[in-house]
């Protein structure tokens, strides 16, 4: 039996900052049987995770490129693929059997027809909805998980800053610094995302950088005393005010750089003085480095969330044909906390 399958790509590599215009809704067939003798696994997608890294990948070249099967280039006219929860419909790998759910690397559709070692891991029936494995309990989870506390090292009533803390992984990794009893600061694009921050999250502070005129002033103000441990994902701009308020042996742990994503994001440029002398270290890092700690991280966030102590904050819109707003979106700063795209019931 075929059914029909939609699917996005990209009509041409990207240069600056993305658009819709430059996404297109295809649809094909995809059969929902395997041949015999096949170890082929068909998958109906439920959940795809919409994360800005991405961009790079569509790039005609990055320096993302070549360094991770994560980060392999996407060319025009090709499936898209990222991290998907799904389904198995129809197995000829002995694995795998009908009706299992799966977490892994798999297209940006309705259906993908995958092999065993694009498969992340098997999911088992668990009290948290199932779109957290592709935030809070996945990737985005692991990162603040291990940027924060494997990287940074952080002590009890340490000064905390974090970027785009609304974000998917700038929000968990404010709570884990609350829960440490460390003071954060977390910045973000609107006042409303502020307001969460303080009043849903527990952050000390938040404030929206849009109505800062000097981020370096702005940094003084809530951290007179200086930084101990700056969670950056947005480079830029606020990684130099940042260094220019830490405290010696100060830490920085690089998870992403949205604002240098696209051509027009001004290059951070930190006073190399700072670095030197204030002895500073400065990391950037995948989650995929810290898979040697994901069951510890597994094990301790599901019991945060399982006890209320840890807290989720989801933004999801529904069906394949939502995924080029949803990923523009990323970078207007649409989003609160994990974008996920739903597309069926489990």
Known sequence: MEVQNKYIVIKHHIEDAPKEAIFELKTGTIALSVAPGSDDIIVKNLYISIDPYQINRMKLSSSSQGTSSFAAPINPGEAIDGAVIGKVVASGNAKFQKDDLVLGVFTWAQYSLVKEGSILRKLESSEFPLSYYLGVLGFNGLSAYAGFLELCKPQKGEKVFISAAGGA??????????????????????????????????????????????????????????????????????????????????????CGVISEYSSGGRKASPNMLDIVYKRISIRGFLAADFLNVFEDFLSKTSDYLRTGKLKTIEDISSGVESIPSAFVGLFKGDNIGKKVISLAEE
Do not use: H, S, W
Request: charged share 25%.
């Open 169 to 254: 992984v700038g929000n968990v990794v404010g709570q884990y610094a609350k829960l440490l009893g460390c003071y954060v600061v977390g910045c973000a694009g609107t006042q409303k995302k502020v307001e969460l921050l303080k009043k849903e999250l527990g952050f000390d502070e938040a404030f929206n950088y849009k109505e800062e005129k000097d981020l370096n002033y702005a940094l003084k103000r809530y951290f007179p005393d200086g930084i101990d441990v700056y969670f950056d994902n947005v480079g830029g701009e606020t990684l130099e005010a940042a260094v220019a308020n830490m405290r010696i042996f100060g830490r920085v742990a690089v």
